[in-house]
């Protein structure tokens, strides 16, 4: 029975188009009695005793299916304020929270919960609002749906459903209400409203718009489940009005029949069904053509009617259904009378039940609302109590029929599966169109995005490839000056040297090694140029690379990171061939002071010397006199002191040793010296002497301070940075003349100083410029002696209050010499030189010519 029973409209009617109808059939409860508490305190802690699941009244709002049920207090009439003014109502609302207390006695009270718990004080237009209004609103969807007042007799059920509202429109109840919601919302124009008003008694239906036809027959349609009585009055329905007339014409013809019937209407039902047709679009339909199955054509929208029916039922009294059996009338009247409404309530409890067999057919009213009632259809059942607690048991059972029509929800529904295939065809059709409009959005969008990016990448590549051309040029710019101007010095050097060509073998070996220069120099030369085409070459590369790189359009960011890289490399090389061109330019500063040096060795047909200074310090004072700048001063400030000093450290020995040339030469001009020292040169050559590797650069290196320690700010700078003891190592582990001249030369500045006796003495600087006597090259043993007569003259200087200590102190070191020279078979004449300088210097005392005689002594004899 379960399986036919209260079929719900779906698809039933010609033509008619039901919306979907719900996905599922809702089995929970949502509602639960709760039992009384064990406790003796009223209203105490709630529980449920059922099992099934709890779900809010809210979450059933407008679902088919699902019978939302209420509960309305109505509130004491004058003869329950008298009578019972001694006793609280027999429940206890509590709105807020959608619940109802029943009260057993004083101190124990059930609680249930409702959809909606309605106060004595409910408005009839808040009851219309969540009683009836969703169902109202679902039939004018398209579906079916059912509002019944279900009490005792005298508890507001005809108040709540059927009151007209002449006098005061706040009062009208939930048919008129209806009605007017209907109307507001149809078209005049295409839709079309009928009403039929009907009473049913003892299983008589019969037409309170035309009395005479008193019994009226329901036919089902057995294919639908549709329910019609086409015996019934329909009357069309245009206005509000001549609705209201309708309802006073029904009620009057109710009074009549029930009084010609000798009952009252409490035990009849009243039901008014309202029709509604409304014309709607239907949905376009493509069918596939014979011709071609994969083409469609469109058939355009057909207007379809939709219909849907509003059941407003007021049920008879309830307290019949309770009462029935007990004697004899009554009992008839139980089961004729009111058979429909003990029939809905086993209905209730069979589905409640989830019965197998749902007594449907045992009534009129059961099968009336067949159609309207669960499933698809909107169902709200408002249950009417009253306050006085001497009708607590009806009430009460008023209240468990309410409770049980929660179990409504386990109808089961039965699908129109063909109109539903129907339907979710078309739907899916919807859904491959929006797919298809979305996808297409989408690739659209994509391909924006990829041109967006491309035009990136190829921005960024262009303003890279600029860049990247600018930088190469600039360096081919500068490189091809540096070139040019390289080259001219060449050519005027070679100039110059194809001059002086024919003395130039004559001089001691200096020739060869200018030739050799320059053959470097052409080497260095044509690796530059080669190094200049492998960038070139490389610049092509990273070119074309990037021209593949366009072309592929992508991995843009790797293919820059590359670039950038090759483009450190380029500016790296840059600074190589820079350094180059320091080197070529530093190189060539020292080819053209030899060349310089030559040229004055030649005018005075003596031997070339690379360090002027030592022998001749009167010579710098003479080219700086000369009132212009030399080319190689020129050359010095094109170059810049501080390039040159940075070669001192190049990895290349070759670029050292010409550097420190470079330097030595600078350094042997006054003008210069400050400029080096400022530049920290005195610290690097004095480096360059610590880390002794090759015996050319330390011989140049102490040339080059030789010629720094002619000033005499410099000489206190090499002091402090510690030279004297650097110069002593030097003058105790070389062995080479020229450098032994050098740093004796050196030492020997040092030693006009004044204000450094003392340290120079402390230091072993005398000792060490004594110690060169060893060599016996006569040009160290004239600086030895250069070095010993400026120690003597400050001395001498020192104790020009006849200070003998001090005097005899130099002369005992100069004694001491002597011994050592002559252990040396020091050539005789030399260190007769030496000591007459002494005697000049020291002059003419009786200790110094003591020691003088005794020098002698020690001479003669060996
Ligand atoms: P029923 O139809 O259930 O037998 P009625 O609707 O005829 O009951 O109501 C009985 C009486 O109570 C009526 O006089 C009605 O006006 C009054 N009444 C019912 N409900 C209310 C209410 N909510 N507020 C005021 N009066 C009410
Ligand atoms: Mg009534």
Redesign the pocket.
């Known amino acids: 029975m379960a399986s036919n029973g209260y079929r719900n409209g779906t698809g039933t009617n010609k033509g008619a188009i039901k919306p979907p109808a719900s996905s599922n059939i809702r089995s929970s409860s949502f509602k639960s009695r709760l039992p009384p508490s064990s406790n003796h305190s009223p209203g105490s802690a709630l529980r449920r005793t059922s099992s099934a699941s709890f779900t809010t009244a809210a979450g059933g709002d407008g679902v088919p299916g699902r019978v939302r049920v209420a509960v ?4 004491r ?1 004058a003869e329950e304020s008298t009578a019972d003014a001694d006793f609280a109502d027999c429940v206890e609302l509590q709105p807020e929270l959608k619940r109802l207390k029943l009260r057993k006695n004083n101190w124990e009270s059930e609680t249930y919960e409702f959809d909606e718990v309605l106060t ?1 004080f ?1 408005s ?1 237009k808040r009851v219309y609002e969540v009683v009836a209004k969703p169902v109202v609103e679902s039939v004018l969807d398209g579906y079916n749906g059912t509002v019944m ?1 279900y ?10 459903l ?2 007209l509202g002449e006098e005061d429109t706040s009062a009208r109840g939930i048919m008129v209400r209806s009605m007017e919601e209907i109307l507001v919302n149809v078209s005049r124009e295409t839709d079309s409203i009928s009403v039929s008003y009907l009473q049913l008694y003892m299983e008589t239906i019969q037409d309170l718009l035309d009395p005479a036809n008193d019994n009226i027959s329901i036919v089902e349609d057995p294919r639908t489940g549709d329910v019609s009585l086409p015996g019934a009055t329909h009357v069309e329905i245009k206005d509000e009005q001549s609705f209201l007339e309708l309802l006073r014409l029904g009620e009057a013809h109710r009074i009549a029949a029930n009084t010609k019937l000798n009952t009252e209407s ?1 035990r009849s039902h009243a039901i008014l069904m309202v029709h509604v047709k409304r014309s709607v679009l239907g949905e376009e339909v493509a069918i596939p053509t014979e011709s071609d199955k994969s083409s469609h054509f469109v058939k355009p929208p057909k207007p379809l009617v939709r219909k849907s029916k509003l059941v407003l039922v ?1 049920l008879a ?1 309830s307290e019949r259904v309770q009462k029935s059996g007990s004697e004899g009338h009554m009992l008839e009247e139980a089961k004729s009378i009111n058979l429909s409404l003990s029939a809905l309530g086993k209905c209730i409890n069979a589905l409640a039940e989830n019965s197998a067999h749902v007594p449907i057919r045992d009534s009129k009213l059961t099968r009336l609302l067949r159609d309207s009632f669960g499933g698809t259809a909107r169902t709200s059942l408002i249950v ?1 109590i009253g306050p006085s607690p001497r009708h607590r048991g009806e009430t009460a059972s008023t209240i468990l029929f309410g409770q049980r029509v929660e179990n409504m929800l386990r109808i089961k529904e039965e699908f129109d599966y063909k109109s539903l295939a129907r339907r979710l065809e078309i739907q899916l059709d919807k859904l491959i169109a929006e797919n298809e409009r979305q996808q297409k959005a989408f690739d659209d969008e994509v391909e924006r995005i990829n041109l967006e990016a491309q035009n990136r990448v190829s921005e960024v590549e262009r303003n890279f490839t600029d860049a990247l051309e600018k930088e190469r040029l600039k360096c081919q710019m500068e490189y091809m000056e540096s070139v040019k101007k390289l080259e001219e010095k060449m050519i005027e050097n070679q100039q110059k040297h194809q001059h002086d060509g024919f003395m130039k073998d004559k001089c001691n070996g200096e020739g060869p090694g200018f030739c050799e220069d320059i053959a470097v120099i052409k080497k260095l030369l044509e690796k530059e140029t080669h190094m200049r085409k492998e960038a070139e070459k490389e610049v092509n590369k990273l070119k074309s690379q990037l021209g593949q790189h366009m072309d592929a359009g992508a991995g843009g960011d790797a293919e820059i990171l590359k670039l950038q890289i090759a483009l450190e490399d380029e500016v790296h090389q840059k600074k190589k061939l820079e350094e180059e061109i320091i080197i070529l330019r530093s190189q060539m500063l020292q080819l053209t002071f030899e060349a310089d040096q030559m040229r004055r060795c030649l005018a005075r047909g003596g031997s070339g010397n690379a360090y002027p200074g030592l022998d001749s310090p009167m010579s710098q004072v003479r080219d700086s006199l000369s009132g212009h700048k030399t080319p190689v001063s020129a050359l010095f400030d094109q170059v810049g002191v501080e390039k040159i000093l940075d070669l001192l450290e190049s990895e290349d020995a070759n670029v050292r040793i010409h550097a420190v040339k470079v330097v030595a030469n600078l350094a042997a001009e006054e003008a210069n010296q400050e400029r080096i020292v400022e530049a920290g040169g005195l610290t690097s050559l004095l480096m360059l002497l610590r880390s002794y590797e090759d015996e050319t650069v330390r011989r140049v290196a102490a040339g080059a301070i030789a010629n720094l320690a002619m000033n005499e700010a410099n000489q206190e700078l090499i002091m402090v940075q510690g030279g004297i003891s650097l110069l002593s190592t030097t003058a105790s582990d070389a062995e080479d003349p020229q450098t032994l001249r050098m740093v004796a030369g050196a030492i020997a500045n040092l030693c006009g100083n004044d204000k450094l006796q003392a340290t120079l003495r402390s230091e072993g600087g005398i000792k060490a410029l004594l110690g060169m006597v060893r060599c016996r090259h006569p040009d160290v043993l004239s600086q030895v002696a250069r070095g010993i007569a400026n120690f003597a003259k400050c001395e001498s200087r020192a104790s020009t209050n006849g200070n003998g200590l001090h005097i005899a102190l130099v002369l005992l070191q100069v004694y001491e010499a002597g011994d050592h020279f002559l252990s040396m078979k020091v050539h005789f004449h030399g260190l007769c030189k030496m000591l007459t300088m002494m005697l000049h210097l020291l002059g003419d005392t009786l200790s110094s010519h003591c020691v003088i005689w005794h020098s002698m002594k020690q001479m003669q004899r060996t």
């Not at 005792?152 to 108040?159: I, L, P």
């Open positions: 309305r207090l109505r509130p009439n004595e409910a009839q007042a009490g005792q007799t005298g508890t507001g059920k005809t108040f709540t059927g009151r409490s007021d009294g009417t």
